[in-house]
């Protein structure tokens, strides 16, 4: 009878622990999603405040001034430029790299 019971304990407290280790690689994986997401989102805006300040500097420049820093500036964010093209429908658009 003895035996019977501490294997119950046993078995229970070994239900207990890998409980807790699934509860904490829940918790690591949804932290690391987090972090994840967050991380992307800043690339995301320092990518957009970039791109502004490059726009807004082409719109404030003296005539003549940068040409040559503009055909640069075009040549490397060529990559980066992003056209509309429709699909055969015509009814759809969506977003290609050039």
């Given amino acids: 009878m ?3 019971v501490k294997r119950q304990l ?3 407290a ?3 622990e890998a409980s807790e280790m699934r509860r904490k690689q829940r918790d690591a994986k949804k932290y690391g999603k987090a972090l994840q997401t967050e991380r992307r989102v800043e690339k995301e805006k320092r990518k957009h405040d ?3 300040e490059i726009t807004k ?3 404030n420049k003296p005539a003549g001034e ?3 820093l503009d055909s640069v500036f075009t040549s490397i964010l060529a990559p980066f430029a992003v056209t509309l093209s429709s699909n055969s429908s015509g009814n759809e658009q969506r977003m290609t790299h050039i």
């Fill in 2 to 4: 003895g035996a019977q």
């Fill in 66 to 68: 940068g040409d040559r």
């Fill in 50 to 52: 970039d791109l502004a």
């Fill in 10 to 12: 046993l078995e229970q």
């Fill in 57 to 59: 500097w082409r719109k």
């Fill in 14 to 16: 070994a239900k207990v």
